[in-house]
């Protein structure tokens, strides 16, 4: 369990709560996610690599830290991730954007890629997968799997809410990749929803049935 994150901040878990209740409106879900993710974005950057840069302030010149934010790549799994994207864009605004489409077969719960699109010159990249479930896990593992084949320089993985199924799952394909989260849920039902969860992210960021 040490490469799990779990985001406890009173304003993030405050937001979550706001998030699950069922009568909460599509722009109220998305004003929520996109301010906690904007939160939680300074919590899965805390350790992003720094270099020296001059400067002049109003009275000197200074030697001062700076991020390379062109170095981290935002990758959403379509389509519930991009919910989580503009507030992660909020904290890190010249980050790249990498896209990878996935569906979850209702039959067999397994992922479905049908979208892939990177930045160039990933081995040099920090990469940050997006998606607000974390689920059986499919999805997530179809995902690395295809992220990590491109070798990134680092992989982390967030997610608002996630199971012990989910997390599982992706520490056993996965062990190095941490997993920051807002909340560990109880279990996944029969249908592969995590319980008490939230419903179905894409269905309420969208406002879709």
Do not use: W
């Not at 992660?88 to 489409?101: D, F, K, S, T, W």
């Not at 320089?153 to 799952?169: D, M, N, Q, Y």
């Not at 592969?192 to 969860?197: F, K, Q, R, S």
């Amino acid at each position: 369990m040490n490469q799990i994150h779990h985001i406890t901040h009173p304003l993030v878990q405050h937001k979550l709560t706001l998030m699950r209740k069922k009568d909460a409106s599509t722009n109220t879900f998305r004003t929520l996610l996109n301010e906690l993710s904007t939160l939680m974005a300074y919590e899965v950057t805390r350790d992003m690599p720094l270099h020296a840069v001059q400067i002049e302030t109003p009275l000197e010149a200074m030697t001062s830290p700076m991020i390379d934010g062109k170095k981290l790549v935002f990758v959403p799994i379509l389509r519930a991730g991009l919910g989580i994207l503009d507030g992660m864009l909020n904290v890190v605004p010249g980050a790249r954007v990498g896209h990878i489409g996935l569906y979850r077969d209702p039959a067999t719960l397994q992922a479905v890629q049908y979208y892939f699109k990177m930045p160039s010159d990933m081995q040099e990249r920090d990469v940050i997968v997006l998606d607000p479930m974390l689920a059986t896990g499919n999805s997530a593992v179809a995902a690395l799997d295809r992220i990590k084949a491109l070798k990134p320089r680092s992989v982390k993985f967030v997610c608002l809410l996630t199971c012990p199924e989910g997390i599982a799952k992706v520490h056993k394909a996965h062990p190095d990749v941490p997993i920051y989260t807002a909340a560990i849920d109880r279990e996944l039902n029969d249908h592969g929803y995590i319980l008490p969860g939230l419903g179905d992210a894409g269905d309420r960021i969208f406002g879709t049935t």
